[in-house]
């Protein structure tokens, strides 16, 4: 059964930074791919990052570019977000996804309808505020 839990979250003022971490279990981490999510109050759930399967691409949405990063661990069966210079507009509760049957990062290549699909963590709050 595909687990996913998230942690990391939490307060921090603008321009610190924060690493969530999702720990897999249920599946071989490294022959999929995984996304971070994330949703604010009364918002869209948004797509932020994603990396691919085995040395494939990594993915951002381009709001994040040069300021978040994406990385896989397969030992600990674990992905990292490593999030730089926060701003307040990163508030959100961010979660983890990935799928058995199709590509997540299918969703930074056009099929943003996939984001409703797959397998999701029960997410961890991020808030950046002074």
């Known amino acids: 059964q595909v687990q996913l839990v998230e942690s990391g979250g939490g307060l921090v003022q603008p321009g610190g930074s924060l690493r969530l971490s999702c720990v897999a279990s249920g599946f071989t981490l490294d022959y999929r791919s995984l996304g971070w999510f994330r949703q604010a109050p009364g918002k869209e759930r948004e797509a932020v990052a994603c990396?691919?399967?085995?040395?494939?691409?990594?993915y951002y949405t381009d709001s994040v570019k040069g300021r978040f990063t994406i990385s896989r661990d397969t030992v600990k069966s674990t992905v990292f977000l490593q999030m730089n210079s926060l701003k307040p507009e990163d508030t959100a509760v961010y979660y983890c996804?990935?799928?058995?049957?199709?590509?997540?990062?299918?969703?930074?290549?056009?099929?943003?309808?996939?984001?409703?699909?797959?397998?999701w963590g029960q997410g961890t709050q991020v808030t950046v505020s002074s």
């Open positions: 996804a990935t799928a058995s049957d199709f590509d997540m990062c299918a969703i930074f290549r056009g099929d943003t309808s996939l984001i409703n699909f797959g397998s």
């Open positions: 990396i691919s399967a085995s040395t494939g691409p990594t």
